[in-house]
């Protein structure tokens, strides 16, 4: 008999999400408005603070497109995205026909460096284009380094859009990650810290910022009887349905973001000891990770085994594990475009591994994880 699977991340709900579906069924709110929208919305400005503002959209991915759009990237603009990332950071550079251009991570939180993304900008000014906008990535919940990256942004006068797609509770300063960038994005994706099933957000500081959000997120109708566009438009706006779920769970974020840190903690603990392995963490005070995944780094020569030995060792446990992200700048669908920066997210990926990392694994389940390290470890 094969053992239950033990998910990386997998959707794990409150309790109370059945009832505010339910209230949209029996108040017939079975579109993409309605009061579960406006309350999901109200309930995150609520909890991201600093005077936020939010847009309730279909995914993140929709929201980063917005967002470009906002910014008014238009075709053949440049626009620098963090490499080490998923594809959805960078795939709607491409929506608007803009070229992606890929700048490596520093070692301490594995976001955008700030010295190759200063050399990116300057690379890309001597071939004569500024650049319009700069994708950074919180990534694995860790808050890049916003000082740093603001600092460099402000000189050239270059618009950030904060990628906080997996750092939803991630502070920096005591700031929540998702409000640092001209625009933030969040994801409620199956696998994120709390989900809608499937659904996003975009962030702003400016109330008119979200009234064109919306606007353009509902087919972009101007204010007519009939039907009348003066601009493209898009069906981005999240559904009723999704953002009942999405209430529910922002009931037991808070809560979901001290499980996930519990289980970084009994990695930490875990790793102390054993000699080849770190696991990634907070550098200093002032950041605040989520832990959405925990991550490890794995030294083969001092191990004489790889990450990917672990990953199958794992895996033959029915114990879920995932490779680091694939740097965007050795994907085949972006290696043409132009990178700054050296092999950072590269050894990253070459040697990292995600862990089970859910806020719903219990005892049981960590004992099978250690069960798997002492053999592998031991
Ligand atoms: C999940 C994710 C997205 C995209 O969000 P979706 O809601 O899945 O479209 C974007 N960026 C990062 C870093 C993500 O992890």
Redesign the pocket.
């Known amino acids: 008999m094969t053992k239950p699977k033990i998910w990386l991340s997998s959707p794990h709900m409150g309790g109370n999400e059945q009832q505010f579906v339910n209230e949209a069924f029996d108040t017939n709110w079975v579109a993409p408005l309605g009061p579960n929208v406006t309350g999901f919305e109200n309930d995150l400005e609520t909890f991201l603070g600093n005077t936020s503002h939010v847009a309730a959209l279909s ?4 929201a ?1 497109h917005l967002g470009l759009v906002l910014l008014d990237i238009k075709p053949n603009d440049v626009v620098i995205c963090q490499s080490f ?2 594809s ?2 960078a795939n709607p550079i491409r929506y608007v026909g803009a070229i992606p251009v890929f700048v490596d991570s520093e070692p301490e939180t594995w976001n955008i460096c700030p010295i190759a993304l200063e050399e990116a900008i300057l690379g890309q000014l001597k071939k004569g284009t500024k650049p319009k906008a700069i994708i950074a ?1 919180h ?1 694995y919940g860790m808050p890049f380094k916003v000082n740093e990256i603001r600092t460099i942004a402000n000189k050239y006068q270059i618009p950030i859009l904060e ?1 906080s ?2 750092a939803l509770g991630s502070t920096y300063n005591g700031q929540k990650c998702g409000t640092f960038g001209d625009i933030g994005i969040l ?3 199956g696998n ?1 810290i709390i989900t809608t099933s ?3 957000a975009l962030v702003t500081n400016s109330k008119e910022i979200k009234e064109k959000t919306v606007f353009l997120a509902t087919q972009a109708r101007d204010n007519a009887p009939h039907y009348q566009h003066s601009e493209i438009g898009y069906n981005y706006r999240l559904s009723n349905i999704s953002a009942g779920i999405g209430r529910g769970q922002m009931q037991v974020l808070e809560q979901h973001i001290g499980y996930r840190r519990a289980m970084h903690q009994f990695y930490l603990d875990y790793f102390e000891t054993i000699e080849g392995v770190s696991v990634f963490h907070e550098p200093n005070d002032s950041v605040y990770s989520n832990h959405w995944l925990s991550c490890i780094v794995l030294d083969a020569t001092v191990l004489g085994k790889t990450a990917e030995d672990l990953r199958l060792a794992l895996e033959a446990e029915n114990i879920e594990s995932r490779p680091l992200w694939k740097p965007m700048h050795l994907q085949p669908v972006f290696e043409k475009y132009d990178y700054y920066g050296g092999t950072v997210s590269e050894h990253l990926f070459k040697n990292g591994l995600c862990l089970p990392s859910g806020s719903n694994l219990v005892n049981s389940d960590r004992e099978r994880i250690l069960a798997v390290f002492n053999r592998f470890f031991g």
């Open positions: 995914s993140g991915t929709a980063i990332t998923f959805a950071s990535v990534l990628d797609a997996e994801s409620f994706n994120k499937g659904g996003g």
